[in-house]
């Protein structure tokens, strides 16, 4: 609400008596918004002006806070005499993320000198999957081209290749409490999550099995 129309509708009987310190008002709702903010989080707070036009408030404060960061309001209410101004809360959280530490093409495998970690606002990649470790990129394949200084999210990366079309592996089967391994021919190439189809040499039967990052795993009902 603008302030101008928030002064508006505010009573005139206001205006008698001592009116509220707006000091005390933004203290008592960064106190508030700080309890509940992420650690190392920074807050700026909207206009605070309608408490000039309030009563000067006789108990303390009670405030609480309500949506989402980074954008959040406060409702700072006197019991007596009894009114409630709101003032916006805007949390400036930020974090260290990977991003491109220069620009890769699409289709190259990621080494070390292509990621770093760099501190952003929290607001700018918030809902997106992005990673905390560089080490967990490593190997992997760039699925677009990458800008220098781009955050990178799940999309913009490809798992390594963990089993090559044609590798003999090992095979984990698990049944219940019972686990056997078996070497197996991987019929195409597969990443992490992936399900791969595997063919024992010594029968020649198919499988499916996930490729894990313990290895290859197929689990039967038991």
Known sequence: MRAGLLLALLPLAAHAGAMQDQAAVAAAVRQAAL?????????????????????????PLVVTISGVAPYEQAAAHCPAPAWTLYVTVTVAQSEAVVVAARPVAAGQ?????????????????????????????LGGT?????????????????????????QMV????????????????????GRLGDTVLFTNPASGRRFPALITPDGPVVRLQS
């Open 35 to 59: 309890a509940l903010a992420p650690p190392g989080a920074t807050l700026s707070l909207g206009p605070v002006a309608g408490a000039a036009y309030m009563q000067a408030c006789a108990q």
């Open 109 to 137: 495998v990621i080494g070390p000198d292509d990621l770093t970690l760099r501190t952003e606002p929290v607001q700018n990649f918030a809902g997106r999957p992005v990673f905390y470790d560089t080490s967990s990129l």
């Open 142 to 166: 760039a699925s677009m081209s990458l800008a220098a200084g781009m955050v990178l999210t799940q999309d913009d990366v490809q798992e390594p290749v963990a089993v090559k079309s044609g």
């Open 170 to 189: 090992t095979v984990r089967v698990i049944s219940g409490g019972v686990e056997v391994s078996i070497d197996a021919v991987a019929g195409e190439t």
